[in-house]
C-alpha cells in the first residue's frame, strides 16, 4: 500500500540549531516526493521536490530509495521557519494521486 | 493574478442538507483536486481531475462527488453531509507536473 510517514507530530529546536524532518514512504514503483509547508494563515505551498534537487530558504531533501526516506534538513533553523511542515508522494503512473502524511509542526525557540 | 477560490469559507450546517462547496481557478490548470484536512490524519485527497469530465477517486471519496463540467470550476458536493465530514477542505490546482496551489481552505461544521 501507498503510505506516507511523519514519525513526529511536533519538533521543537532552538534558533540555529540543525533541523531534520523525518519522512518515510512506501510504494512499489519509483515516487515523485514533495514537502510542502504551511505557515500561519497561509495557504499551503509547495517548498521542494525530490527531482529538482535544489535548496529552498536553506532546506534540502534527499531521497534516498535504499531507507525509502525522503528527509527535510536545515543546518541552521530561523524563528520564521516555525510552521507545519508536510510530505507528499506523488503516484507516477500518469494519474497525479497524492498521498500526504500528517504533517509535522516545527516550532524554533528563540 | 493567479487565485485558486473556495466559497464559503466557513459554513455550519446539520446533518443530511446537501451542500456544494466551489472551487474555481483563473490559471488555464488542467488538473484540480480536493483534501480534507483532519487533526494528527493530515491531508488526504478526496477526488481529484486531470481534465474537464475526467474525474477520479483519491484516499476518501466516500460521501462526497465531484463534477468538472468546465476547466475553471471543480465543486465539491456533500448530497447528505453528517457529522464525520467536519473538516477543513483544501481545493487545489496543477499545470503538468509542476506544483499544486492551494486554496485558502472551507471549514466545515456538521452538526
Known amino acids: 500500500a501507498q503510505r506516507v510517514t511523519q514519525p513526529e507530530k511536533l519538533l521543537s529546536v532552538f534558533k540555529g540549531a540543525p533541523v531534520e524532518l523525518k519522512c518515510n514512504y512506501s510504494?512499489?514503483?519509483?515516487?515523485?516526493l514533495f514537502w510542502y509547508v504551511q505557515y500561519s494563515r497561509q495557504r499551503l505551498q509547495l517548498l521542494l521536490r525530490?527531482?529538482s534537487r535544489e535548496s529552498i530558504k536553506g532546506f534540502t531533501a534527499d531521497l534516498n530509495k535504499g531507507e525509502t526516506s525522503f528527509h527535510l534538513k536545515k543546518p541552521f533553523a530561523q524563528e520564521e521557519d516555525s510552521a507545519m511542515y508536510y510530505c507528499?508522494?506523488?503516484?507516477?503512473?500518469?494519474?497525479?494521486?497524492?498521498?500526504f502524511g500528517t504533517g509535522t509542526r516545527l516550532k524554533v525557540l528563540a | 493574478e493567479a487565485q485558486v477560490t473556495q466559497n464559503p469559507r466557513y459554513l455550519i450546517t446539520v446533518t443530511g442538507k446537501k451542500l456544494t462547496v466551489t472551487c474555481s481557478q483563473n490559471m488555464n490548470h488542467e488538473y484540480m483536486s480536493w483534501y480534507r484536512q483532519d487533526p494528527g490524519l493530515g491531508l488526504r485527497q478526496i477526488y481529484y481531475?486531470?481534465?474537464?469530465?475526467?474525474?477520479d477517486k483519491g484516499d476518501v471519496p466516500e460521501g462526497y462527488k465531484v463534477s468538472r463540467k468546465e476547466k475553471r470550476n471543480f465543486p465539491l458536493i456533500l448530497e447528505s453531509p453528517s457529522p464525520n465530514q467536519t473538516s477543513l477542505y483544501f481545493c487545489a490546482t496543477q499545470q503538468g507536473s509542476y506544483e499544486q496551489y492551494f486554496g485558502p481552505g472551507t471549514r466545515l461544521t456538521v452538526t
Open positions: 525530490h527531482i
Open positions: 507528499a508522494l506523488r503516484s507516477t503512473s500518469g494519474t497525479y494521486k497524492y498521498i
Open positions: 510504494y512499489s514503483g519509483s515516487p515523485e
Open positions: 481531475s486531470m481534465n474537464v469530465e475526467v474525474t
